[in-house]
């Protein structure tokens, strides 16, 4: 079965895409949302994780998202080493669901791609694209999340130039409607390319 992947930086909508997708009956993979659904039920995980933190890391039996979020904030060595624990056994995952679908093609949507080299295991990468200011307008709406935080987030991810260069469709994601019509596009370019190959 053919992969892709979805990226794109915080704030470019990548979620909304993945939706759009889901609406033509392609099966969709949030890895922001397994990940953390399997830090809070996987008890190797959770083992992990708190040799990592410490007993910090979960509050009443839950993963302690706030505390992780400013734990790894300004230390990317401790991002790194939270991603080395986490990322295999989200694609461990992420396998099992696969083998379980019957599409032509499914879709993970993952925030780093490119930066953890992992876009290397995919047929095809889109890349989902807004103007800075969109994107950080987006963002701490969203999030309700400081200026600050939102630009120190975007300066660890590649810029959109970079990931566009490396990927097979780019989806300009600033208004619904030419987004939903892109992706209708890049759908049926997909299908085609399957027919192909």
């Given amino acids: 079965m053919i992969t892709v992947g979805l990226t ?4 470019s909508g990548k979620t909304t895409v993945a939706r759009a997708f889901e609406a033509l009956g392609i099966p969709i993979y949030i ?3 397994e990940a953390k659904r399997l830090m809070n039920t996987s008890k190797v995980l959770k083992r992990k994780l708190i040799a990592l933190f410490g007993e910090v890391a979960y509050k009443d039996n839950k993963l302690n998202r706030p505390y992780l979020a400013k734990a790894i904030f300004n230390d990317k060595g401790l991002l790194e080493k939270m991603n080395a624990i986490v990322h295999p056994k989200v694609g461990k995952h992420f396998i099992k669901w696969k083998n379980k679908q019957e599409a032509t093609y499914v879709i993970k949507e993952a925030a780093i791609l490119f930066e953890n080299g992992s876009y290397k295991n995919y047929d095809y990468i889109i890349t989902v694209t807004a103007p800075e200011k969109t994107r950080i307008a987006r963002v701490i709406k969203r999030d309700n999340a400081s200026l600050e935080k939102v ?3 975007i300066a660890n991810q590649w810029k ?8 097979d469709f780019v989806i300009v994601n ?3 409607e030419s987004t ?6 890049t ?9 192909k190959s």
């Fill in 151 to 153: 630009k120190a987030i």
């Fill in 187 to 195: 759908h049926q370019k997909l299908l085609n390319n399957i027919i």
């Fill in 180 to 185: 939903q019509q892109e992706v209708l596009k």
């Fill in 31 to 33: 890895a922001d949302d």
């Fill in 174 to 176: 600033t208004n619904l």
């Fill in 160 to 167: 959109d130039e970079l990931k566009a260069s490396l990927s």
């Fill in 8 to 11: 794109g930086g915080i704030g």
